[in-house]
């Protein structure tokens, strides 16, 4: 406990910030990938099969591509073709890619609950398909998926240490760990702190997702 102590005294602003980044890279990706991924989503449900064929290879490249292949293949390879990103919007897109894929998979999922009679009857009542996808579709497949959809969060905030792979400007909590390792003997405490704060995110998104599904589970 003496030595957690004294690196929380030596870093303890420097691990609020680390935790920062990480929440941060976190909300963005997040927030990027179930857009894109809803968007996915709603397009696969047209009828087209060119699109499609498509969409669905993107979801499958993506859901099972590594990140970390995915990462090294938009900063080292995408130069090549003259095309470049900055390190910190490369983390996010990957996760964001990532994220997209997953969520446009697990929406599928929830669509599939959805009774086809309810579409059925959207559809004798004069409703249009864009309209029945929003106001009958969607609604009741996001409540079905927020288990699935909290899982992918904690899924994503851990990928987060992705960033320690490249020149990050800044220093997310992975990183943060390796360089007190490579600076000093305090490699073990500071795994310790930065696991602490892992778990503790990861719980905290666990408690939100609980609580949100008991909402959602009222309504249905």
């Known amino acids: 406990m003496g030595s957690v102590s004294r690196l929380l005294a030596d870093y303890g602003p420097a691990f609020g910030q680390a935790l920062l980044l990480t929440w941060k890279l976190t909300a963005v990706s997040f927030v990027a990938g179930f857009a ?7 397009l696969r449900l047209f009828p087209l099969r060119p699109l499609r064929f498509v969409l669905t290879g993107y979801v499958e490249i993506f859901r099972n591509i590594p990140s970390a292949a995915l990462l090294i293949f938009i900063v080292f390879a995408l130069p090549d073709l003259q095309v470049l990103i900055d390190y910190e919007p490369s983390v996010i897109l990957t ?12 929406l599928r999922a929830g669509i599939n609950t959805v009774d086809g009679g309810q579409v059925e009857a959207a ?3 004069g409703m249009r398909p864009m309209r029945i996808i929003s106001a009958v579709i969607l609604p009741q497949a996001l409540r079905a998926v927020v288990q699935p959809m ?6 994503l ?3 987060t240490s992705l960033a320690s792979q490249v020149p990050f400007p ?5 990183a943060l760990v390796a360089k007190i390792a490579n600076d000093s003997a305090a490699g073990m405490p500071a795994f310790a702190v930065a696991a602490a704060l892992y778990v503790a995110t990861g719980l905290l998104i666990a408690w939100a ?6 909402k959602v589970r009222i309504l249905r």
């Open 123 to 125: 559809l004798s009542l």
């Open 170 to 174: 800044g220093r997310e909590l992975t």
């Open 95 to 106: 996760l964001t890619l990532v994220c997209s894929a997953f969520t446009a998979d697990y």
């Open 36 to 42: 894109l991924g809803l968007a996915v989503t709603v």
């Open 209 to 214: 997702g609980a609580t949100l599904e008991k």
């Open 150 to 155: 909290t899982s992918l969060l904690i899924a």
């Open 157 to 159: 905030m851990l990928s």
